[in-house]
């Protein structure tokens, strides 16, 4: 048996060797022609592209053995022959077969073209030669991807079916059985504290409530490496600064349906900061580069503090021109006394300018208009605030999905780099039909036609219908952001709106058709503060009948139904927000003013003042305090027009309480509104227990207090209305939700409460 095992082994060895063995005289000969046999849909000039001989040439030994080498290696063929007949060189192939088409069966974890995008990535796609290498390699890749998706049962089969014409179907039949959960996380050594409390910095999670949507429960390598690093980051926040994560193991049943990591630690003890010193060549006076340092002696070492001074001081020098600045941290460690003090050694590098400025990706949208935004300038001195400045305001554009800033150094010089901005461009036209519903209008109905980027511009044009039963608004409306060079906008408005509020049972009945026509000015002051001015013509038609308040029956009496305005707008705001829905810090102030001119018939002034401030507590709470102040009166003699009123109430000021509800009111009961208002919000978000990563969805824990004033009436506290209770946000595919449950806590007779309130879509 085993002299048989040895035979049949030399003989594959021989065969092999023979195989590639040219058929060839012994002598070398001066090849005459050369032809190329067995393709069907290889060109023969590719084959002779790889033969390293031609006519005319000598054909020796070496040469046939490197041409049979290199045809090989193209992977076009299964088998390569070269034979010699009176100085022709024959060069007979056997193509391997052409993939006719790729399917998939049993797929549902996935959408089929995302799995033959990855499969393209390892070589296998339709049109390619087959290689079996490589449909096992694919195999092995769509085995990979259902593993990341904690579905450790899943079985696939390849199938290859031969087709005419020397092609070949390749079928992958997928059994994908349950994702695996994960059963338990145990961490193991630590002392300072409580495993719970150590598992809530974890992503990964046992099964629970929300985990069906997160998907939390289910493995995935990358996100256990990210609880691993959140671990790590908890402990050297609190002073650990020889934490380790010593193993990690991760276990799986029998079945391959429960998952069991166990994470082994060595906490060390905990270090308080004695001392911070700055050393090397600063450029900086010292004592500017020492109120960046966040790291103060006597306290427990923060790692996170130590990250931000390195960073500020880096972003200090990189202000005036030091692109390359480091900062390195290096640490003395007093194992005795729980010790450890810190020298920051600064090298501000080379100082550098800017060459060019390049934008790339730009298909649609025209240079100046990404240019216009950049602070940075050609031939000045590197700033990395004003780099970063540019960046944000190239995002605010809202014309490009992504927005990249590289700096790197022009070749051959020490003390240049180019800004090379790189956009990708996003659609900024929309055509838009929806509803929503308010617990105050009932259903709304909407529509709008816009494009923000006409033709590459960056002009603005929009024409908007929302119809609501109390609310009705058409608009159209253009606008120019840089009119000016120095960025002055121009902006032309039409519109019409009507109110009737006999779809309100909590204020009197009126109805209120208003058409205009305005011109506006935008003039930036600076990076935050903007200046808004603008003038517009207005028709206004009022109807009132006998259940009308007396008030509004008598303006109606003395000032007609029909009545125009000229009014000026004016407005001053500070914006400094991260982001407009879910804000974590920033600020957002504003001073408005509205004016009917004795060019009208309609005389008065509007005034209102806002301050909102946000503030970060930790990386999961954010607290608001919102304050807003309202004060009109009419001019030369006559009233404020009562549908010019200010209102409190309702999901836009003091929740719990009825739209409008906040203020005088007639015998009937019904709200008239003030000309003055103040309403006060302190709000706290958080995310969603079960989501906290979640992006879309965040609740809060709110106060409000507010209401309205009449004209004889002075602001005061025991004026006001108070309500608290909890809030969620959630920006749906739909547009946003927002529904509140609030209570009433302080009341007045006559005020209407409203516990449950929501809004959903955009309301305009």
């Known amino acids: ?298 306290e427990v070492f923060v790692r996170d503090r130590l990250t931000e001074t390195t960073k500020k001081i880096s972003d200090r020098l990189g202000n005036d021109g030091y692109a390359f600045a480091n900062v390195n941290a290096v640490p003395e460690l007093d194992k005795e006394k729980g010790t450890v003090a810190f020298t920051l050694f600064v090298d501000p590098g080379r100082r550098v300018y800017v060459n060019r400025i390049n934008v790339a990706g730009n298909t649609k949208t025209r240079d100046e208009v990404v240019r216009r935004e950049i602070r940075q300038m050609e031939g000045a001195y590197y700033d990395a605030e004003k780099i970063n400045r540019s960046r944000e305001r190239i995002n605010r554009l809202e014309f490009f999905n992504e927005v990249n800033i590289e700096t790197p150094a022009v070749t051959g010089t020490t003390d240049q780099v180019d800004v090379n901005v790189s956009v990708s461009e996003k659609s900024t036209g929309s055509v838009m039909l929806g509803a929503g519903f308010s617990s105050s209008e009932g259903l709304i109905l909407s529509g709008s036609v816009s494009q923000s980027n006409v033709f590459g511009t960056g002009n603005r044009v929009s024409a908007q219908i929302n119809s609501g039963t109390v609310n009705t608004v058409y608009s159209l409306s253009f606008t120019n952001p840089y009119f000016t060079l120095d960025g002055i906008s121009l902006g032309y408005d039409l519109y019409r709106r009507d109110v009737d509020s006999s779809e309100l049972d ?52 003395q000032f007609g139904t029909d009545n125009d305005t000229l009014r000026l707008d004016g407005s001053w705001a500070r914006d400094t927000r991260d982001n407009y829905l879910f804000t974590t810090k920033g600020m957002l102030q504003r001073v408005a003013a509205e004016v009917g001119t004795p060019a009208g018939s309609l005389q008065y002034y509007k005034l209102s003042l806002q301050h909102q401030q946000y503030f970060t507590l930790g990386k999961s709470f954010t607290l608001m305090l919102n304050g807003e102040l309202g004060f009109g009166d009419g001019l030369s003699g006559k009233p404020l027009p009562f549908f010019k009123n200010f209102y409190a109430g309702g999901t836009s000021s003091v929740r719990g309480f009825q739209n409008g509800t906040l203020g005088p009111k007639d015998v009937d009961g019904d709200a008239l509104g003030g000309n003055k208002r103040v309403v006060g919000n302190a709000e706290l978000f958080f995310p969603l227990p079960g989501l906290k990563d979640d992006k879309s969805l965040r609740m809060s824990a709110f106060v409000d207090a507010g209401a309205a004033y009449g004209a004889g009436e002075e602001f005061s506290v025991d004026g006001l209305r108070y309500s608290a209770g909890i809030a969620v946000l959630w920006v749906s595919p739909l547009g946003p939700l927002k529904f509140s449950l609030a209570q009433p806590i302080v009341e007045k007779t006559g005020d209407k409460a409203e516990v449950f309130q929501f809004t959903l879509g955009n309301v305009f």
């Open 1 to 298: 048996m085993i002299t048989t095992m040895i035979l049949n082994r030399l003989t594959l060895a021989l065969a092999a060797v023979f195989a590639v063995q040219p058929v060839f005289a012994d002598e070398p000969f001066v090849v005459k022609d050369i032809r190329v046999e067995g393709i069907q849909r290889t060109e023969a000039g590719t084959v002779f592209s790889y033969l390293p001989v031609k006519v005319g040439e000598v054909m020796t030994d070496e040469k046939t053995a490197a041409a049979i080498k290199a045809l090989y290696a193209t992977g076009f063929f299964k088998d390569v022959r070269l034979e010699a007949r009176d100085g022709v060189v024959i060069v007979t192939v056997e193509e391997r077969p052409s993939i006719a088409k790729i399917t998939l069966s049993g797929i549902k974890e996935f959408s089929e073209e995302d799995l033959k995008a990855g499969l393209k990535q390892t070589g296998l796609a339709e049109g390619r030669v087959l290689d079996r290498a490589l449909v096992d390699k694919a195999e092995q890749e769509l085995q990979r991807q259902y593993f990341n998706r904690g579905k450790y049962a899943v079985e696939i089969k390849s199938t290859l079916t031969p087709l005419e014409r020397n092609r070949v179907a390749v079928q992958f039949d997928v059994v994908e059985g349950d994702s695996a959960k994960i059963q338990q996380i145990n961490i193991v050594g630590n002392k300072a504290f409580k495993e719970k409390e150590l598992l809530n910095q974890f992503t990964s999670t046992t099964p629970g409530w929300l985990t069906w949507y997160t998907k939390n429960d289910q493995y995935s390598k990358s996100r256990l490496g990210g609880d691993i690093e959140a671990l790590r980051s908890f402990y050297l926040n609190r002073g650990y600064l020889e934490f380790n994560v010593d193993s990690t193991q991760v276990s799986i049943s029998p079945d391959k349906q429960g998952i069991y990591i166990t994470v082994n630690v060595t906490e060390g003890p905990q270090y308080t900061v004695s001392d911070v010193k700055l050393a090397g060549q600063m450029l900086v006076p010292e004592d500017e580069l020492k109120k960046l340092v966040t790291v103060k002696p006597g």
């Open 506 to 557: 909590n204020t009197g009945f009126f109805e209120n058709s208003t058409i205009g026509a305005g011109v506006r000015f935008g003039f930036p002051i600076n990076e935050r503060d903007f200046i808004s001015l603008g003038m517009s013509y207005e028709q206004n038609s009022v109807k009132v009948d006998a259940t009308s308040p007396q008030q509004w029956q008598d303006f109606v009496t």
